[in-house]
DNA sequence: TTAGAGGTAGACTACCTAGTCTATTTCCGT
DNA sequence: ACGGAAATAGACTAGGTAGTCTACCTCTAA
């Protein structure tokens, strides 16, 4: 392992501890390295700041397969997958890091934004239209239905983890279920049709 | 308009500006006192924190009145002053500052999360509660519902505002109306009832 | 007139932070 | 063995912040 894979290993789970408060300090310590050791692979905070950052939503947000044998399983499995990675303790770290330093790394965010629920809004969607031409779903705007099937199954869940308020939840997979039963209920292909 | 309310009208504005970050200088400059006068009227920074957000969350989250004389019109009315509200320029500033500072003040998130959307989603469960009683709505858990309907109401747009990226809304209140639809359909009473 | 409460300006302490610089050491390839 | 690259410890600069303290001012009420 390289001092630098020490390093941003370091910063990743300080940055995820702390936010961009981590001190240079700290991270060096943790990372057992010596100051200037840093500075020899970082331009400075920030260039390790953009790069953890960059790790992590690579790292939770990892492309999903949607395979099309059943629409109802297919998006089962997708709302599961999804919840378990958006609502994990790093989902919820990196969430919170990108909000509070979004005014400060404008650039960074943007090129970030097409990343984690948007990139996975776009994939949802295409596939989303297939069933609208198939015939299996109403005629809808696929992003459209794909950011409510998103926003549902996130809910006030991701709101209570960042605010620290974890609540229980016994209905895990359930929950995924209920979410995906009600989108298919709400975009039914029309009954005339 | 005494000292006191100077100093927290600065607060405010400063904090939801720039974040908990906002220095005390900067505070007491903008509100054109001394130092020593801040530090008559708070213990110190973390005091005025607190008051300024609890003014803030309680400005946004005013409490709302649902007619019921039409499900679906009452529902309308709902949507659009809560998307109003929480997409708003000072709904997202609060939101974000509430996150990214939870860490630091867990007991002054724990007093306000009962407030904001909490709070909404307790107003609106009982009132849909009414509706699944006289058979409007098909038998549902009204908390499960309510939160439903809460996530899709704000959906992407509350974290692509978080993230600085303001898309169009060219169809604002349409937005509302193809929701609260949609939410009708996915619980509309079973025919077979 | 005077005493005191509250405001003001600004120095000051104590502390933390990012980043630079220096002198020394370690280690690897030739 | 030796030379150079990289690492280390730690001092140091420069700057920012919260909070205290002192000395002075201003206005009001007895």
Redesign the interface.
Known sequence: MTNRERLLLAARELFLE??YDASVDAIISRAGVARQTFYNHFQNKECLFAEAVRCCVTDIIAPLSVQPDSLRDSLINFAQVYRQRALSPEGISIY?I???Q??RF?DL??EL?GLG??QM?GSLASFLRHAITDGRLCQVDPD?AA??L???L???ER??R????PRQTPDESLKAE??VD??L????PEQGA
């Open positions: 702390q936010g919170r990108l909000i509070s979004a005014q404008p965010i943007r934004s629920d948007g809004i459209f950011e409510m998103m926003a549902m996130i809910g006030q709101t209570q960042l605010f620290g308020v209920q979410v009600g989108f209920r709400m975009f039914a």
